[in-house]
């Protein structure tokens, strides 16, 4: 009807013929990403609400060491169509005992909660990482490092639970799961978490011995490891 011979010459003459106009989609089209003002750390929005939170210790599956910062929690209900605040609420991290109470997001941009028992006790919003600034208070050093490793009791042994990344313990190849017989060279049976980690800290450059047991696929073994003290973030 329009003489056109090939479906290219059809497609464009039907496109002029009915005035219609396309936005390109293709990536890069619509340049960068904005930030939402709103929502800097994103949202979600159904019809004319967005719901979006911000949280202070970057709570997530991907940063386990949250629980050891006091975060603060502001979520937000936005109506899209005139930019009215329906809701605000500001949440901080506290402790019930040795729990924390760890304020966080949900997968729809929502206020919520999770309970997480600390291993070395719960102070001011934040799981006790090492007692580093507890010791010092007692004038033992002002120049006080440890070693990055969580501290627990299993079964009534000393264990490590965790370590810090880029951590002294994790330099001088301590794992998780490693059983802590003896620090510098005395038995830990019966030693309370926080006097181990008193006796595990001490100044910054300086060594501690700590004799570990190990199992391994085949086995337990006994290793004697020197860690040097470093600082450690709280």
């Known amino acids: 009807e329009f003489g056109a011979t ?7 003459v039907l496109s002029i013929s009915s005035i219609t106009t396309y936005n390109a989609t293709a990536p890069g089209a619509l340049g960068p990403a904005k930030i939402d003002p709103d929502c800097p750390g994103g949202h979600v929005t159904y019809g004319q609400i967005k719901s979006c939170c911000e949280d202070s210790d970057s709570s997530s599956p991907y940063n386990e060491f949250h ?4 975060g603060i929690l502001e979520c937000k209900v936005i109506n899209t ?3 009215t605040l329906i809701s605000h609420e500001i949440t901080v991290d506290s402790c019930d005992g040795n729990k924390l109470i760890e304020r966080k997001h949900d997968s729809y941009h929502k206020a919520s909660f999770e309970e997480y ?3 070395n006790g719960c102070q001011d919003g934040a799981c006790i990482r090492e007692a580093t600034e507890e010791v010092s208070k007692e004038g033992v ?12 009791t299993r079964n009534g042994q000393l264990i490590i639970v965790a370590l810090l990344k880029d951590s002294p313990a994790g330099r001088a190849g ?10 510098n060279g005395e038995s830990t049976a019966g030693v309370a978490i926080v006097d181990a980690i008193k006796k595990i800290s001490g100044e910054i450059g300086t060594n501690v011995v700590l004799t570990i047991l190990r199992l391994t696929d085949e086995e337990e073994i006994s290793l004697v490891v020197s860690v ?3 600082y450690v973030a709280p």
């Open 228 to 230: 040097t003290r470093a």
């Open 6 to 12: 090939t479906a290219n010459k059809c497609f464009r």
């Open 174 to 183: 301590l794992l998780a799961d490693d059983k802590i017989l003896a620090i």
């Open 81 to 83: 169509a005139d930019g």
């Open 67 to 70: 629980y050891y910062k006091k």
């Open 117 to 119: 028992n600390c291993p």
């Open 141 to 152: 050093s002002s120049n006080l490092g440890g070693i990055g490793a969580e501290i627990s």
